[in-house]
């Protein structure tokens, strides 16, 4: 099966930090989405993005189908923003990575 | 898009028991997936549940474990069965409207003591 890669695994950031997460992916996936995962477990739907670019308030995210990878900006980072943040494509099933675990500190 | 509602959000469960969670989701959807989340971990596919048909399980998930229902197009059980503290989990389900992004229910923390 597909092998999904993120990095890093942790980061801590001061209010206002700028961060990029990466995504990489062992082989083509369809379905190319980013989630955040609140700290009551939820998983927020960030971006469906096969491939592009896409933006939404300070996040946006990028991805470069044809080299395997995606990327997730946050500007101006807030301590909301804290939590665990996946990656996951579909290839006979949908596949997660390991998750960035990001703490915003005020 | 698709709105899922899972219940119970929380629970906490003696050893030997079983524990069934529901999702009902707003519209008709072919495929609904159940996930696994262990502590500090990523998520793992269970099963995949088809309206009229058995569940397929992914490696190393077996139905008698994990039994799942799925009477409708719209409506999915998932049970926890005989469990111990090693089952101790987020499980999620999710669909995936026309095949492209998935959504997923809110989560069901199950403790077991």
């Known amino acids: 099966g597909i092998q999904v890669e993120q990095s890093p695994p942790d980061l801590i950031l001061q209010e206002g930090a700028n961060s990029t997460l990466r995504c990489n992916f062992s082989?083509?996936?369809?379905?190319l989405q980013w989630f955040h995962q609140n700290p009551w477990g939820q998983l927020i739907n960030l971006f469906y993005?096969?491939?592009g670019t896409k933006q939404n308030g300070r996040l946006s995210a990028t991805t470069v189908a044809t080299e395997r990878y995606s990327l997730l900006y946050i500007s101006s980072s807030q301590t909301t923003d804290s939590g665990v943040y996946f990656c996951?494509?579909?290839?006979?099933?949908?596949?997660f990575g390991e998750g960035t675990q990001l703490t915003v500190n005020p | 898009s698709a709105v899922i509602s899972q219940k119970p959000s929380r629970d906490i469960c003696q050893r030997g028991t079983s524990l069934t969670i529901q999702c009902q989701v707003d519209?008709?959807?072919?495929?609904m997936f159940w996930y696994r989340q262990q502590p500090g971990q990523s998520l793992t596919l269970i099963a995949t549940?088809?309206?009229?048909?058995?569940?397929?399980?992914e490696s190393g998930f077996v139905i008698d474990k994990f039994p799942i229902s799925r009477p409708n197009l719209t409506f999915s059980t998932l049970t926890v069965s005989n469990m111990s503290p090693e089952d101790s989990s987020i499980y999620l389900c999710?669909?995936?409207?026309?095949?492209?992004?998935?959504?997923f229910g809110q989560g069901t923390r199950l403790t077991v003591v």
């Open positions: 519209s008709q959807v072919t495929m």
């Open positions: 549940a088809n309206q009229g048909s058995e569940a397929t399980y």
């Open positions: 082989d083509s996936v369809n379905n």
């Open positions: 993005i096969p491939s």
């Open positions: 996951a494509g579909r290839g006979s099933r949908l596949t």
């Open positions: 999710s669909v995936e409207p026309g095949g492209t992004e998935a959504f």
